[in-house]
């Protein structure tokens, strides 16, 4: 089941800053290709070494990632996918800081992302705050 924007969305009070509903799709769009090849990057970077607790780390991020959607729009539950943003944060510093050490180019692809992700965590703070 995907979860979108829905009619319940449509009825809770937006914070300021809210951009448009058709901004979302585009820009996740440019990002999740960013962090796609950040990760092939940093995956090749890394083939000899093998360091299992950094692909473990990609993968915790990645699931908090994807399991926003669900949270926000399918529990209707702004109060835990701040929790998971929270974490989605801070996972995705520690990959930046991991990535540098590795690659400067795989760490500044994911700079975009961390600045839509701030705002994000702006946002859903925000529909948390006022709902």
């Known amino acids: ?18 951009p448009p509903n058709w901004i979302f ?3 996740w769009t440019v990002l ?9 990057i940093y995956v090749i970077r890394t083939r000899k070494t093998r360091p299992y607790w950094a692909y473990v780390l990609i993968g915790v991020h990645l699931v908090t990632n994807f399991s926003w959607t669900p ?17 989605l944060d ?12 590795t690659s400067k180019v795989a760490s500044m692809l994911l700079w975009p992302y961390l600045t839509w992700v701030l705002f994000a965590t702006y946002l859903n703070a925000g529909f948390y705050y006022l709902n």
């Open 1 to 18: 089941m995907l979860f979108s924007m829905n009619a319940w969305y449509t009825q809770i009070n937006r914070p300021p800053l809210t």
């Open 25 to 27: 799709g585009p820009v």
């Open 32 to 40: 999740y290709i960013m962090i796609a090849i950040s990760i092939i």
């Open 71 to 87: 949270i926000f729009f399918g529990l209707q539950n702004p109060g835990w996918a701040l929790v998971d943003i929270l974490l």
């Open 90 to 101: 801070i996972t995705l510093a520690a990959l930046m800081v991991l990535f540098w050490r």
